[in-house]
């Protein structure tokens, strides 16, 4: 749980105040979190609003905090305009789900007006405006607005803002105003839209949306806020919702992902989108964009955002697995794996693991790991880093995990062909430290190599290798350079074929031909009679060939 300060009042809207603004919005969407998650039966039943929230705010805290902490070093003050594009940037790269990606439009909404010249404006008519415009946009980037959500709160808020932002208003006084028209607005969403009426339950994101106005109201005033919405009963919850009646309704995934595009495509995107599924959000601006969607297909909305632009960072989460966590069903234990490849993920998925995506030098945070964890919904968790350079961000997530009460076990698996050993021998009917130890021992046992193409001249453990030569790396050290794909397969097969094994692993690149496969599987055959050979597709962004013996 974050610190919280201890503001004072002040009629500034400074950097400061954003500062202290954005902490105590985490401390108080951390104290919500789990009471928002219970309630969250719209736009799908999945449980985990809150902490979609929790880790949206999360992202937006720790740019914020990188902000100040570079102006410091120029021994400068950090003005408000750099302030909240800071924040509102961290919210736009975390944004989960449906109610992380509007807030991320909401409080980009507050930077395009705060991040501009005053031009004679009091505090209290700035922030007035900035709270409509952050409505504006929110409502905005929703493919089919819905009333009675989120939107509808801020919208309220936005109204209540403006009334009191006369021209002789402090900021306190505007930010209390849209406080209060914001809660009034939340406690009537159960008349506003029918299936929260049916779960006797106010819309999960506008009880977040209260709390983050809330803290913005203590942070001007110095005032504590009422009673939180869902905790401190100051609306109505009448009683527990009943999320698993709508659990054949709608698509079946959600996608998630950041896309560097034109405008000009995002609107194309979003035509596109609109034709596959629904809850489309596309949020951002200025050539980085976050897409959320729910649909079918994944594959296709992810197509859709490679014709857009660049996608990466893409979350793809079936709801299934959602809903079981809503009906409150942890299971007892769960793998997450770090994978390099739309292929090799679709395959640990289908061996019923939570899969992280990564793509070549875009390394995950911490908080990705922690997310996964907690979409994950179990008790114990197995967890395969797949790199020995995620060793670190592996340990750190564990301890935020275990904090959580989730028992946690880091592999130190150092390639995905270990990770996929592990998985073969991951027994989830047997004991944790039983299960850990064999899964533990099958990595180990694994050597494992790697293809890639050597970028620019430079000094390998091989010798010394030029631009576009084939490197054949085992266990991490470049131990053969060679011509070609094939020439240098072979070599690194052979040597890690030199001190026994049973199994080889291979996992093609997106761009390799079925025909090395082949050729590869003959040549094991051939000089290696007893050793078995079993072949993948590790899709895109994965290595030209990845390779693993048992």
Known sequence: MP?????????????????????????????????????????????????????????????????????????????????????AYGALVGARGNSGTILAQLLRGVADVLGDEPGGRGPGRLLAQALTRAAEEAYGAVAHPVEGTMLTVA?????????????????ADVARAAYDGARAALAETPEQLAVLGRAGVVDAGGCGLV????????????????????????????????????????????????????????????ARLDGLGDSLVVVGGEGLWNVHVHVDDPGAAVEAGVVAGRPYRIRITHFGDERRRARGERAQRAVVAVVPGEGLAGLCGEAGATTVLVRPGEAPAVADLVDAIRRAHAREVVLLPGGAELRATAAAAAERARADGV?????????????????AVHDPEGSFDEDVVAMTAAAGATRYGELAVAERQSFTSAGICQAGDVLGLIDGDVAVIGASLTETAEAVLERMLGSGGELVTLVLGPEVPDTLAEHLEAYVQHGHLAVDTVTYRGGRYSAPLLIGVE
Do not use: K, M
């Not at 919208?155 to 006369?166: K, L, P, Q, T, Y």
């Not at 709508?246 to 995002?266: F, I, K, R």
């Not at 592999?411 to 050993?421: D, K, N, W, Y």
């Open 155 to 171: 919208a309220a808020a936005a109204r209540a803002g403006e009334a009191a932002g006369s021209a002789a208003a402090t900021a």
């Open 3 to 87: 610190h919280e300060p201890q503001p004072q009042p002040t009629d500034e809207l400074d950097a400061e105040a954003v500062r202290t603004w954005s902490s105590l919005a985490l401390a108080a969407l951390g104290r919500a979190r789990e009471d928002i998650d219970a309630i969250n039966v719209y736009p799908v039943a999945d449980a985990d609003t809150g902490t979609n929230l929790y880790l949206t705010a999360e992202s937006a805290d720790l740019a914020l905090t990188e902000a100040f902490g570079q102006v410091a070093e120029d021994t400068a003050r950090t003005s408000l305009a750099q302030a909240v594009r800071a924040y």
């Open 407 to 423: 028992r946690v076990a880091v592999i130190p698996t150092r390639s995905a062909v270990q990770g996929l050993a592990a998985l």
């Open 211 to 270: 709390a983050v106005l809330g803290a913005l109201w203590q942070a001007l005033s110095g005032q504590e806020p009422a009673p939180e919405p869902v905790r401190g009963r100051a609306v109505p919850v009448p009683r527990t919702p009943e999320p698993c009646a709508q659990e054949d309704d709608g698509p079946a995934y959600e996608v998630v992902y950041l896309l560097e595009a034109s405008e000009e495509a995002v609107g194309e995107l979003r």
